[in-house]
């Protein structure tokens, strides 16, 4: 398919999680209506991950196109309605007999993810070591952690220009080789083993990130692992601390299998979250979330949330933009050349400030122009002009003078504060 019709096939997917409930603004919200080009409610200013959306079969997609092309295909099917890839995602169900009355019932837990492990008590071992408000169970406070993570670490439009808004051919062409770049030289999945287990041979092997030759992971003798257990302690990476006997570790084929993790430190240098289904990273010896990695390779768009792949892009306020971006976050007029007001970091322009951001002059009663200067005490506001910031008994302009504040009221003296309480 050639790169004209790659564009016209884009879309933002604007079903997908409509009228989803908001868990974080709640009533507040009539349910996900996407932005036309923000990724974000047009209702409540959310994003899709902060929305109860139902199913997984979105992020698998996801997923299965971040894997597609890789060594990590053998975690991936393709449908044979489109073709398209979907994330195997190794789900574990846990069930155990729970004493009642009469007879014996059985508990089922489910497990939304799990590391693809052949022993289903290691994997267990694993979930355990994880604080338990990030394990996945179906359900869960940890399931829609996950699910937040699968959102804000792999955004669909990090790796499919599909899920892009209005790139150019030429835009379409940089992303693609971006993205296999970081296929071929950074992307991995974290490998779950016993330390015990993983013991360096004298044959050596590559690091497939930088060239380094290491030794080669392989499963021990039991002879080896009793040398292993006196010989040798495991520490891990990321806090320094030894590794407890039996329990297991994370291991990156990126990093070389002379480094491991805690399962609950393997986490984004940057974002300190957990990388979600082990998905990682690995550049400048530090492990990254996709997003992460991706802002130290080119710059974000603050409005969109897209990289630019553009060479002409604005730069306001310690953030990037896309020139047609650079627009009031609550009408979307383009700012350009324009006053603005930041209001919790996104611009907005100088009408929608007064209408709806803008504070309240506690003596005329009407908005404080942004350009206008104003006298903040506690938690009142005024004009910092004569016929507002007066004394509420004589009128006296107070502005550049000392001021007795009671209750929203200005007084000059004490005389006034009694003639106004009699």
């Known amino acids: 398919m050639d790169l004209e019709n790659k564009v016209k096939k884009m879309t933002l997917g604007h079903e997908m999680g409509s009228g989803a409930p908001c868990l974080k603004c709640k009533d507040k919200c009539e349910g996900f209506e996407l932005h036309f080009w923000r990724k974000i409610c047009r209702n409540c200013k959310c994003g899709l991950e902060e929305h109860e959306v139902a199913g997984n079969t979105e992020e698998d997609r996801k997923v299965g196109k971040l894997f597609e092309d890789t060594k990590y295909t053998g975690l991936i099917a393709k449908l044979k309605t489109d073709g398209i890839p979907m ?137 080896e692992k009793a040398a292993a257990q006196k010989g040798s302690r495991y520490s891990c990476h990321h806090c320094k601390l030894n590794m407890q006997e039996g329990d297991p570790a994370v291991y990156a084929e990126r990093a070389g299998y002379d480094k491991l993790w805690h399962p609950a430190c393997f986490v984004c240098f940057i974002c300190n979250e957990l990388l979600v289904d082990l998905i990682y990273f690995w550049k400048d010896e530090k492990l990254f979330c996709g997003r992460h990695y991706c802002d130290s390779e080119k710059p974000r768009c603050a409005g969109c949330d897209e990289l630019i792949f553009s060479n002409e892009y604005t730069q306001a306020e310690g953030q990037n933009w896309h020139l047609k971006h650079f627009c009031c976050f609550d009408c979307d007029c383009i700012l350009a050349g324009e006053i603005y007001v930041m209001v919790d970091n996104k611009p907005i322009c100088k009408p929608c400030y007064v209408k709806t951001h803008a504070v309240i002059c506690q003596g005329c009663q009407n908005a404080v122009d942004p350009e206008m200067q104003r006298v903040t005490y506690n938690n009142y506001n005024w004009h910092a002009a004569p016929e507002c910031f007066q004394c509420s008994c004589c009128s006296k302009c107070l502005v550049g003078q000392k001021f007795m504040p009671v209750e929203g009221m200005l007084f000059c003296s004490v005389e006034c504060k009694k003639k106004m309480k009699t």
């Not at 994997?123 to 355990?128: F, G, L, N, S, V």
């Not at 955004?155 to 892009?164: E, F, G, L």
């Not at 030429?170 to 030289?185: G, T």
């Open 87 to 223: 994330y195997k995602r190794n789900v574990m169900i846990m069930t155990s007999p729970v004493a009642a009355k009469k007879d014996v019932s059985i508990s089922t837990v489910t497990y939304e993810w799990a590391p693809p492990v052949p022993q289903k008590a290691l994997a267990m071992r694993y979930m355990e070591m994880l604080p338990k408000e990030m394990q996945p169970v179906a359900g869960s406070e940890g399931a829609q952690y996950r699910k937040k993570q699968l959102a804000k670490q792999l955004p669909a439009h990090d790796q499919d220009p599909t899920k892009c808004h209005e790139l150019s051919p030429n835009e379409v062409k940089q992303m693609e080789q971006f993205v296999k770049k970081y296929k071929d030289e950074v992307l991995g999945v974290g490998d779950i083993k016993l330390p015990d287990e993983v013991l360096p041979k004298d044959k050596e092997q590559v690091n497939v990130s930088t060239g380094a030759k290491l030794a080669p992971a392989a499963v021990a003798t039991v002879g």
